[in-house]
């Protein structure tokens, strides 16, 4: 009894329990045993409190998007995509910034 008791408790904070108040499927994707290795171009969007508008824009100049985790589903959507117009027009930018040194 005691081995399933271990077992059950070890399986704990991968169940999620998602009930009108709370929705824990955001930290789901941090339950990862041992070291975890990327690089800069794996990051799809960054977490960020709402009020946090000073990392948002860092985000935002290194094509990052950031989003809140209390937002809705459509506001995400929204900022997403938002966002990804503005990486798109600041690596244009950067582009032709930097095609015009070369020249």
């Given at each position: 009894m005691e081995g399933q008791q271990e077992m059950?408790?070890?399986?704990?904070?991968?169940?999620?329990?998602?009930?009108?108040?709370?929705?824990?499927?955001?930290?789901?994707?941090?339950?990862?045993?041992?070291?975890?290795?990327?690089?800069?171009?794996?990051?799809?969007?960054?977490?960020?409190?709402?009020?946090?508008?000073?990392f948002r824009m860092a985000a935002t100049e290194f094509g990052v998007p950031a989003i809140a985790p209390g937002w809705s589903y459509e506001k995400i959507i929204m900022e997403l995509s938002k966002q990804q117009k503005r990486t798109k027009m600041?690596?244009?930018?950067?582009?032709?910034?930097?095609e015009k040194k070369q020249k």
């Amino acid at each position: 009894m005691e081995g399933q008791q271990e077992m059950a408790w070890r399986l704990f904070p991968f169940l999620n329990a998602m009930h009108e108040k709370y929705d824990f499927s955001w930290e789901r994707e941090w339950r990862v045993l041992g070291n975890l290795s990327f690089t800069a171009g794996d990051i799809v969007c960054v977490i960020l409190p709402e009020n946090d508008e000073k990392f948002r824009m860092a985000a935002t100049e290194f094509g990052v998007p950031a989003i809140a985790p209390g937002w809705s589903y459509e506001k995400i959507i929204m900022e997403l995509s938002k966002q990804q117009k503005r990486t798109k027009m600041l690596v244009t930018d950067q582009t032709q910034s930097s095609e015009k040194k070369q020249k």
